[in-house]
């Protein structure tokens, strides 16, 4: 064998024996003792150049020297940690807290690029209690029927005054609340099963009864209001008499939300009689949902106190306290008009409002302490109301799009046999089972005490962005019947809804651009906080240690990803362990590939952008997409397990998986692709793409099984639209189209008589109107069978029909013109909204000594 053979079979010897050490990251000690055998083998059987020998001897030595923490720390970290403190990026306190907020879990795992899959599948499936099973089927059964979007959108603009009182008497605005202060407590997962439901009926209802169980006043009060705070508001928000909004947005602080200038100054004043330390507050804020009827206000300002009333310092920044609505200055009660969709929702503003001190939520300690209340708070609730939200809708447009789909012929067929609309509804049907997925798993970890930050915020933008593509398909497929508005359009207002979850609580370019991976990259990351927390220990010595620490296996990790991206790559995973032994056990190793790929891609693209990556926006948007992607397909994953793995389901469970890791394959290359510096992108495209873009998205013969699944009656339609409003009664379009689409399969065998009769020539009509009489006259059909038909034409015909209108009634009364807006923005008709205000203070006092 000739000597380059043999260095050629070394090589490969000690790269394939390297490459398996950081595969299965193995520890650094033991890599040495590994790497000191083989070289040990080759200076013995296999050298034959002195010089090369002795390169490699060095190279080891500076390995084994590693292993002695002494000698490392003084001689790489030290100035390896000098060297980082001038590359830290600035960060503000706000962007401190809103990183530190929530805690890390599932994302976590993704971000290690080694996923320890038992964290996921050992989560108990959620389940809903006896008492919270029976408020979804009571209750919120009962609200359902009682809503009529037409009716509250078109006529009203809000809803009736029977539906706000039911709400109430429910307690639908205490599902957060403990049952000691009066409330339901129902667990996340109930709390989201509800909004689903109600948003497959009403935007208009999900998006009221949403917010209070939110980010609002009662979350505020519980997780940080004093004894006397919750005692004095929680029973009051939890029987409804107390309408609470929370206010942070104003003219000029949107996106940027921390830059309100909102003011409060502490100062003395007249309170009741007495004068006291208060605060007066200056405020102008905008698009608050349940404004314009709140009585309790949740308010964000930046708190000073010039003159050292509470303390040294002069200024508190961001503070949340609640005020009464009738607080003397406060102004609320004129309404914005959200696309059409009239949930109550407004602006507010207050000049030289005196509060008292106590007013703060959780007194006065927590002056200052506000970002961080509300940060916390989110990387919980985003997770819940607009995702769910968008699931109930997406199961809406699911259940109503497979069924009118089947039922509605052209060119002699049901348009669902188009090819064209049949992709239209695998996207539906795929998209609700992703939403599905992410809000059941996610709101199950919450329940089980977790606060997922980066997951919250995954669900926020996708969820809210599927839903807009489940709407926009959905108007589609229905054509004409979408696009009339009227009693009988089920589609429209939904589809209007969609850009307000796209906007609220944090518009999604945003969350997109900023949020997803600019909070996960720190905050999920299994070193770059632990690096970060240590470079800014005020103890030097102690800082050192974990910062040694956290960077020596930062560097383990980096490496170890090198060597996973590679050959899982190379491999397709094939290879590599999954949890389970099932039909979807390569789908687990599809997202351990690219788990690795994006933890690789994270590493490089901090280490060469450092601080820039937080400007480079679309590069960190597509990493965030990656990340999202292996987020939703696990939660997917674990959904069907959840559900029982039922084998009929598969289809869905294939199409999301291959449609999320196609997104994911598609926005890494684009990452690389865009990366400014290129030799590092080369470098990195051998480790991620060796085989190039191999992953495909769903094929046209699977998204066709998947059309078939929401177009068929059956029990996977049912689970998928399991929390939509769906029941058999008039005036719900939903258990009308469900009640058809059985008759359709019923009647099959008859309409494929009269098809084919036609076809034959012996029926001359074209149209089954026509042709049922003909047939029966004719002997095709009985007069039994005939009658089933007609009865069965009538349905069709009537889940089809639109809504047209005499000219007039379609004429509104000239409204109120809006208040004029000042340069600045902001609302300038505090009189008139005073003087409403006036009258639902009395409305508000009378109804108080009712009940009393
Ligand atoms: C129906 C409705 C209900 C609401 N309810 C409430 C409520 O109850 N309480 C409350 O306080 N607020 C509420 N909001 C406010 C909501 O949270 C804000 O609208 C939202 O934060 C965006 O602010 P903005 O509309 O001023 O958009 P802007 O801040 O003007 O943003 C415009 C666009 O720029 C993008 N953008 C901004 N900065 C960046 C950046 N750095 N990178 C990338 N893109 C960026 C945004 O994503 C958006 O697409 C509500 C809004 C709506 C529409």
Same mark, same amino acid.
């Given at each position: 064998m000739s000597s380059l053979i043999v260095g050629v079979l070394w090589f490969l010897l000690f790269a394939a024996g390297g490459g398996y050490l950081a595969y299965k990251r193995i520890s650094l000690r033991s890599s040495t003792l590994a790497a000191g055998a083989a070289l040990l083998a080759y200076s013995l059987f296999?050298?034959?150049?002195v010089i090369w020998l002795l390169l490699l001897w060095v190279l080891f030595a500076g390995m084994v020297v590693i292993n002695f923490e002494d000698i490392r720390r003084e001689k790489i970290t030290r100035p390896a940690l000098a060297l980082y403190r001038t590359l830290l990026p600035s960060m503000s306190d706000t962007e401190r807290e809103a990183l530190e907020a929530g805690s890390v879990w599932w994302d976590g795992e993704l971000f290690s690029?080694?996923?320890?899959w038992d964290r996921l599948t050992s989560c108990p499936a959620p389940t809903l209690s006896d008492e919270e099973r029976a408020f979804i089927d009571g209750p919120c059964e009962e609200l359902c029927r009682m809503l009529d979007e037409w009716d509250i959108a078109?006529?009203?603009?809000d809803m009736p005054a029977a539906v706000w009182e039911f709400i109430r008497q429910h307690r639908?605005?205490?599902?957060?609340?403990p049952k000691q202060y009066g409330?339901?407590?129902?667990s996340a997962y109930a709390n989201a099963m509800v909004i689903a439901k109600l948003a497959s009926r009403s935007t208009t209802a999900s998006s009221t009864v949403g917010v209070p169980n939110s980010l609002g006043p009662a979350e505020l009060l519980l997780h940080y209001g004093t004894e006397e705070q919750k005692r004095r508001y929680l029973p009051g928000l939890a029987s409804g008499e107390e309408i609470p909004c929370f206010a942070l947005t104003s003219p000029q602080a949107g996106?940027?939300?921390?830059?309100?200038?909102?003011s409060g100054v502490v100062c003395k004043g007249d309170w009741q009689g007495e004068e006291i330390v208060g605060i007066r507050l200056n405020w102008e804020k905008r698009y608050i949902t349940l404004a314009p009827v709140a009585t309790v206000l949740g308010l964000a300002f930046k708190l000073y106190d010039p003159d050292h009333l509470i303390g040294e310092r002069e200024e508190y920044g961001i503070t949340a306290a609640l005020i009464p609505?009738?607080?003397? #200055?406060v102004v609320t009660g004129r309404r914005h008009y959200p696309l059409t969709i009239p949930f109550q929702n407004g602006p507010t503003s207050g000049k030289d409002v005196f509060v008292p001190l106590d007013y703060i939520i959780g007194g006065?300690?927590?002056?200052?302490k506000g970002w961080k209340m509300l940060v916390e708070l989110l990387s919980v609730g985003r997770a819940i109301t607009l995702p769910s939200s968008a699931a109930g809708g997406g199961q809406a447009a699911a259940y109503a799009s497979g069924a009118y789909t089947r039922l509605r012929r052209q060119f002699n067929l049901?348009?669902?046999?188009?090819d064209g609309v049949g992709e239209a509804l695998s996207r539906i049907a795929g998209h609700t089972y992703i939403m599905n997925a992410a809000v059941s798993i996610t709101s199950g970890a919450i329940a089980q005490g977790e606060k997922p930050a980066v997951p919250s915020a995954i669900l926020k933008y996708h969820c809210t962005e599927l839903g807009r593509k489940v709407a926009n398909d959905a108007m589609d497929v229905h054509g004409g019947k979408g696009i009339m508005? #009227?009693?009988?359009?089920?589609l429209g207002r939904g589809y209007m809804a969609t850009p307000i979850a796209i906007t609220v609580e944090g518009a999604n370019i945003l969350t997109r651009s900023l949020i997803i991976f600019g909070q996960g990259a720190i905050?999920?990351?299994?070193f770059v906080l632990r690096e970060l927390h240590a470079a800014q220990d005020s103890d030097e010595e102690r800082g050192l240690r974990e910062f040694d620490r956290a960077l020596f296996a930062h560097i383990g990790y980096a490496i170890s990803n090198l060597a996973r991206s590679f050959v899982l790559a190379l491999t397709h995973a094939k290879f590599s362990r999954v949890p389970l032994a099932t039909p979807t056990c390569r789908y687990y190793q599809n997202i351990n590939r690219y788990s690795a790929s994006f933890a690789l891609a994270s590493d490089f693209a901090m280490l060469t952008l450092g601080g820039k990556l937080k400007v480079k926006e679309l590069l960190s948007a597509r990493l965030g997409d990656v990340l999202s992607s292996m987020y939703l397909a696990s939660t997917v994953l674990k959904h069907f397990e959840n559900q029982?793995?039922?084998?009929?389901d598969l289809p869905l469970v294939e199409w999301s998986v291959r449609t999320l890791m196609y997104q994911a394959q598609e926005q890494l290359h684009s990452f690389l692709r865009n990366f400014p510096n290129r030799p590092v992108a080369f470098f990195l495209r051998c480790f991620i793409f060796p085989r190039g873009r191999t992953y495909s998205a769903p094929s046209d013969e699977l998204s066709r099984k998947v059309a078939d699944l929401i177009t068929q009656t059956g029990d996977s339609r049912e689970r998928l639209c399991e929390?939509?409003?769906?029941?058999?009664?008039? #005036?719900?379009p939903l258990g009308m189209l469900e009640e058809a689409l059985r008759l359709s399969e019923e009647l099959a065998p008859l309409e494929s008589r009269l098809h084919k009769s036609h076809k034959d020539g012996v029926?001359?009509?074209?149209?089954l109107g026509y042709q049922i009489d003909e047939a029966e006259q004719a002997g095709i059909i009985s007069a039994d069978e005939a009658g089933a038909l007609r009865d069965y034409h009538a349905r069709v015909q009537a889940l089809m029909a639109v809504d047209d209108f005499e000219?007039?009634?379609l004429v509104r009364p000239a409204?109120?013109?809006?208040a004029k807006t000042s340069a600045r923005g #902001?609302?300038?008709?505090p009189k008139k909204a005073a003087a409403r205000k006036k009258t639902a203070t009395r409305r508000k006092s009378a109804s108080r000594k009712k009940s009393s």
């Open positions: 296999g050298a034959a150049n690029g080694m996923p320890d078109h006529r009203r603009a639908f605005f205490a599902m957060i609340i409330g339901l407590e129902f996106s940027d939300a921390a830059a309100l200038i909102d609505t009738d607080t003397a #200055g006065r300690e927590m002056a200052g049901p348009v669902a046999k188009f508005l #009227g009693p009988h359009n089920y905050r999920c990351h299994p029982g793995r039922p084998a009929a929390q939509a409003y769906t029941t058999l009664e008039p #005036g719900n029926l001359k009509n074209d149209y000219p007039e009634a409204a109120e013109e809006p #902001g609302n300038q008709a």
